[in-house]
């Protein structure tokens, strides 16, 4: 009983951890800004876009 406890509160944690691949469209320019931005930050232009969509769903929640 223990051990399917544990299993599934592994397979919970790995579920979190899941990225979810999308595509995503955007205009030249806007991809531009994105990139020059993800560099002076040290990220990917991916890790910039998930980063910012982080924060603001972190805004949203707080009601900011």
Same mark, same amino acid.
């Given at each position: 009983? *223990?051990? *399917?406890? @544990?299993?599934?509160e592994k397979e919970l944690k790995e579920k979190e951890k899941a990225k979810k691949?999308?595509?995503l469209?955007?205009?030249a320019a806007l991809w531009e800004e994105l990139a020059a931005w993800a560099e002076a *930050?040290? @990220?990917s232009v991916?890790?910039?876009?998930?980063y910012?969509?982080?924060e603001c769903v972190k @805004? @949203?929640?707080n009601g900011s």
């Open positions: 009983m *223990e051990a *399917e406890v @544990r299993k599934k691949q999308i595509p469209r955007l205009s *930050e040290f @990220r991916n890790g910039q876009i998930e910012l969509l982080a @805004r @949203r929640k």
